[in-house]
Each structure stands twice: as structure tokens, then as C-alpha cells.
């Protein structure tokens, strides 16, 4: 089963040599919840029932919060090592400064200036991150990936250009994935996929 892909326009002409092309968006075909992927791996021929493997799943989640609050950087082998990070406040450490390492809105530089013994917080928040690893690594994926394009990227590709497009081809691209992804994200991006 390939990946299969929409083509997005860019219509951002902020970013040199990107207008006008169009960049490939993953199909999405949904989300899958926990019982959901607890109900799939239970169908492939596992001993365990999809309720004991939702029940294993849930835990799993519960257990990775827990680690990654309380400082340790949890590796689930060939997925990803997932760790708490936090996104900070720049302080100002002047004489009569009050920090908290705790969590709070960030003091505007006026305030300070008027009173600087106002308490500062040093988070403004804290999230979990995950890093590919093993056989999820971005040169792995790539290497791994088989792709087509959707049915109405297709017809799109053959209006535009008179050809057909292929799907799964490997050509004169860099091996670590090294093409550009300037096709403006979102915004003002004209979705040209399946699903809009």
C-alpha cells in the first residue's frame, strides 16, 4: 500500500524561487484513536485481545507522561525518544529580580522597569516532543516509503502537463530527503488534493 499524495500550490510569493509550484501533501486517511490501533494490532494474529492491548496501550501513554515530567527521556525502541521541553520566558536577572522556575506570563519589559522585584516566571509552557529513531529515522522512512499520487492529482498532473504521472519512481533526488519544502505550509496554500 503506497502513501498517496495531493499536489498544493504555492501562492506565497515571499518565498524566493517557491511561487507558483506545486509541493506534494500526504492524503490523509484518518485518525486512528487507541482502541482503533489497539483493534488493528489484535488483528495481526497477536495472542493478546484488542481490550488487553488497549488496556496495555493506555498505560503505555499514562506511564510516557509521567516519565517525561519527571525529567527522563523515554525511547521506545525504532519509534522515538520522547521528552518534556518547555518553551521560555526571557528574564531579566537584575538587582532585586523575583524568578520562579514555575509557569507564568511572560513580564513585559515596561512593567520590570517600574517595579522590578514583579515576579517573573521563568515557563511559559511545557510540552512533549518526539524524536525519530531506529527504523522511523527520516532516511529510513524515505528509503521505506512507497508513493503514489491520488486519482484527482492525477487528472490535475494530465490537464497541467498532457502526461500521465507515474507513481513510485525514484529518481536524481539526494538520498537524505534533500528537496525543498517551501510550498507555504497552510497558509495560502490552494489544496488541490482529495478531501478538501
Known sequence: MALELNLSKNT?????????????RVEYKGTMNTLELAKHMAGHTSSFSKGEINGMLTDLVSCIKELCLLGFVVKIDDLGLFKCSVEGNGLTLSSGARVSAGVGVQRKDEELAENPALQQFAVSSVKIIMQATGETTMDQMTRDASTSFTSKTKQLIKSLTGNESSDGETGNAP??????N????NSGDE??????
Do not use: E, R, S, V
Request: hydrophobic fraction near 15%; avoid cysteine; proline fraction near 3%.
Open 182 to 185: 517551501q510550498g507555504g505550509g
Open 12 to 24: 506565497n510569493d515571499t518565498i524566493q524561487g517557491a511561487f507558483g509550484k506545486y509541493y506534494p
Open 191 to 196: 489544496n488541490l488534493g482529495d478531501g478538501d
Open 175 to 180: 538520498a537524505n530527503g534533500g528537496g525543498t
